[in-house]
């Protein structure tokens, strides 16, 4: 390879397109196993797919998947599991086996290396990645040879196996027979073309898949029904993650009561995603008085200090609050997140009363893209999918503003180059 075609230097400098279209649509429609998927899909979602692609070097993958192992290590260490469940509802502290389908680890690129900016346990797109990825076309030099990457190689056999795996952690031995992926008003959604993919990926492998609005799901006679058949496994796509919501009592009774296996699951989302747990995994003191290993504790250096906001400390946050970050920590998508240099004093209002975090800002990377035939620049991030801490698939998401809209001319959902 030549030597300046770095992943930083391509960034800024390779402004081809990639993206086949015609060959994504035609991936997509066999896929979906559906005529016309692909144009219903772009058409309702202009700015879904970026026709570029993000390059990304082997070292920062490496220590991506090393911030990753790191967090999932410290959920092992009882210290840290006391700590977190703590602050968790009753219905997240039972452990019923499962580890939490397609985890999610969102990762802004800058010059000190990858910092992790979100954990997600209900992490989208990863089925709509996998074939964004296979509709790529050569450019720039031989960096073309790296659309192939690794991870891409045995997707949905790796998928099927994280769904039989979920299965046998909570019941031991044979296979579900019936999956539901579930949200409310599932055709809604805005990722609802993958849900479609994941039905029809676990269908060939065996796995009969339906998908089902969870307000419609009936707990009757200890078993979880969705249109009188009796569903074993749920891929929840839920963003009640404590299932708290009334509608969602039927779910909420089957998986307390082992009904059926649910995955992500609350006690999932109160190990690895609740907001809150960033107070801790950029603590290094609190990481050693669990007994997190040295190299483990290095690795989290990855994880920009988050501190809780409280009435004591929201005076000096204010003061400081260009440099942060705040989330709200029951929020999800990207909602109600502010950079502290946008603040107006009736949101701070809001924020101090608490209910948040405040993360030390890290710059989203930088993706140079040709726009209406001129240069143009947007920001960019990283997903890491995962099971059990190994990596599953990686993409980037394009974008203008505070955080991901998929509203950006240019922008959306961009495969990644591994150089």
């Known amino acids: 390879m030549v030597a300046d075609l770095t992943p930083e230097r391509l960034n800024k400098s390779c402004l081809c397109i990639t993206l086949d279209r015609d060959e994504l649509a035609l991936q997509l429609d066999r896929e979906a196993g559906e005529p016309g998927y692909f144009k219903n899909l772009t058409e309702q979602r202009p700015h879904l797919f970026s026709n570029v692609p993000v390059f990304l070097s ?47 680890y ?26 964004l990825a296979r509709a790529q076309m050569a450019c720039c030099a031989d960096a073309a040879t790296r659309f192939k990457d690794r ?69 009757q006679g200890n078993e979880l029904i969705l249109d009188g058949r009796r569903i074993d496994l749920v891929y929840n796509r839920l963003v009640d993650f404590t299932l708290d919501r009334p509608e969602h009592a039927a ?24 907001k809150r747990n960033l107070t801790l995994l950029s603590d290094p003191v609190a990481l050693s008085a669990f007994g997190l290993s040295l190299p483990m504790r290095k690795r989290l ?8 906001v409280t009435p004591a400390n929201a005076d000096q946050l ?18 109600a997140v502010y950079r502290g240099d946008k603040l107006t004093k009736s949101v701070w209002a809001e924020i101090a009363r608490g209910d948040y975090v405040a993360q030390t800002f890290a710059a989203p990377g930088q993706r140079m893209i040709r726009l209406d035939g001129e240069a143009a620049s947007r920001k960019l991030d990283v997903r890491l999918y995962t099971y059990k801490a190994e990596p599953l698939l990686v ?16 922008g959306g959902f961009a495969p990644v180059l591994v150089i």
């Open 58 to 104: 082997g070292s920062a993958l490496t220590e991506m998947h090393e911030i990753v192992e790191a967090i999932e290590a410290a959920t092992q260490l009882p210290g840290y599991r006391d700590a977190v469940l703590a602050w968790a509802p009753d219905i997240s502290q039972t452990d019923h086996g499962p580890a939490g389908a397609l985890m999610g």
């Open 106 to 131: 969102d990762f802004h690129l800058g010059d000190e290396g990858p910092k992790l900016i979100e954990v997600n346990t209900n992490a989208g797109g990863a089925f709509l990645n996998a074939v």
């Open 151 to 219: 991870l891409m190689s045995g997707f949905a056999e790796r998928i099927a196996a994280m769904f039989l795996a979920e299965w046998r952690r909570q019941r031991g031995l044979g296979s579900p027979v019936t999956i539901a992926i579930v949200d409310d008003a599932p055709p809604e959604q805005y990722l609802y073309p993958e849900f479609v993919l994941a039905r029809e990926m676990l269908t060939k492998h065996g796995m009969d898949t339906v998908i089902g609005d969870a307000r419609a799901l009936q707990y």
């Open 251 to 274: 779910l909420r009774a089957a998986y307390q009561n082992g009904a059926a296996v649910v995955t992500p699951n609350p006690h999932n989302h109160a190990l690895l995603a609740n």
């Open 301 to 308: 250096t990855g994880v920009p200090q988050t501190r809780l």
């Open 318 to 335: 204010w003061q400081s609050r260009k440099g942060l970050f705040f989330k709200p920590l029951s929020g999800h998508g990207s909602k």
């Open 395 to 410: 993409a980037a998401r394009l974008y203008q503003g505070q955080t991901t809209n998929f509203r950006t001319p240019g």
